[in-house]
């Protein structure tokens, strides 16, 4: 076993690729899977392909590699779906059993993806120590059902864990229903474009960001939950507008003027702990959508 | 499909048995699941070999049988070492397999073997409204991680789901180490008996009077968890002397002057949730023990 030879499951997602680069750049032995990793995809490392629900797979996989860390960032994602998917199940018992071959294949640090939706909302702002576990989701169920039981074993196992907590993450290859994309590709198109929760606030990241940090939290000693979050929250009318105003098409922003109920208001969370591993805070949301939105405008396929 | 058809896993188990006894005897279509089925068990229903982790062999025989109850009994048990073993890991995930096996062939109501240890212990009895679910052990931990993933799971698939938390069942067939053969099987051989934990208190509850109750869940309407013990608690010094009187042999039991302090003092639990399914409480413990001393006294292998 090499000492720095990081596998990353879901190697070619929306924030796994990000995780990936960085770590290839850190002079990392990278090793990444996916479903169907598409040749053409320009990711450092060598991909495998790898169904992680074969558990036949995942096991000869972890024997060959023998990876020293391991990030997991594999799981159900179909927007609109996976908040209640039965796959989330599943994912669940995909995890537990790559997190046993893991162990059992002498591994010796692994990072979980969680998420946001694992804490109570209830309007302040979410902290690991303190705000209560109380998902409203299956997905915040399951994700944090199976940090509960990992934390435990990877202890038993004296393999270090930590969990990384996702919140709103925006970027290249987001999908195009989600908030910053529903705005940003009408306006880029010249039609109109309508943000239904204005007055939501939220704690939005750039997906290069998350793939940092959660690349820092692999790099730190770092155990148990942290959140990967910006440590800001931004309303999201104020986020449509900034866009609007950066590409001078106000004209085609509507802000709708009942905001959709359901979800809570604020959504945010502390980032004390991930800047105790090292990690340097994102510049300033608007610098950083300022030049997503550039970035977006110069090859649109990007935000899809 | 039948209504009253019903797959008990574990069924030849030390708890399992007295189920499949009871739902038998309530003219149910009983089906029972074990690893190594004795051919000389004497157990009504219908008998399968079926190893849980095997999931295709598990969607098989829920595809064939297609029962309208499910009661899941089968988990690591090796005394001694199931409070940490790296096995409850697997068997999150074949419960959770097991769950969505039965939901996708049409199950109504699944009932699920939970556990005291999921409860923070600290020593106030265990409610199941109240009391914090802040496990000590990596059982604990993922028993309580599994009821919360599979209480969300069954309400979005519309199935019913209810959750026993055992207590302390002794009788037939427990393991030598515990704590009722540990006094009564010296005592039964005319050898000296040592009760190391005479101070703590414990809510102990005859096996079959815990069948008994599981299977009264099952035949009600309801929901989430409920504590399966008998809403009382007996210090384990008066349980051993009373053994020791009941035999005549006081003589041979020594009660240790200084009690072990890992484990909490008193550990016992609410029976009122029980009470609401139409359960009748088991008879006061020392009718229920002195029976049981008598019974083992004629079958010694019995206690075993």
Known sequence: MTDRRVLVTGGSGFIGQHAVQRLATLGWDV???ARNPSPSMDLPGTGHNLDLMDQGAALKLLRELRPSHLLQFAWETKLGEFWESARNLDWVGASLHL????????GRRFIGAGTCAEYQWDETPCDEQSTPLVPATFYGTCKNAARAILQAYFRNMGVEFAWGRIFWAYGPGEKCDRFVPSILRPLL?????R??????????MHVADVGEAFSQVL???LQGAVNICSGTQQRLGEVAEFMADHLGRRDLLQLADTPEPARPLRLA??????LETGYHAPPAWRTRMAAFIDSAARSPAKSD
């Open 31 to 33: 090793h990444w899977t």
């Open 99 to 106: 997190s046993k071959c893991f162990a059992e294949c002498g």
């Open 189 to 193: 198109a010249g039609k109109p474009a």
């Open 195 to 204: 943000c239904r929760q204005p007055l939501q606030r939220r704690d939005l």
């Open 219 to 221: 790099l730190s000693d």
């Open 269 to 274: 969370g502390s980032n004390r702990r991930l």
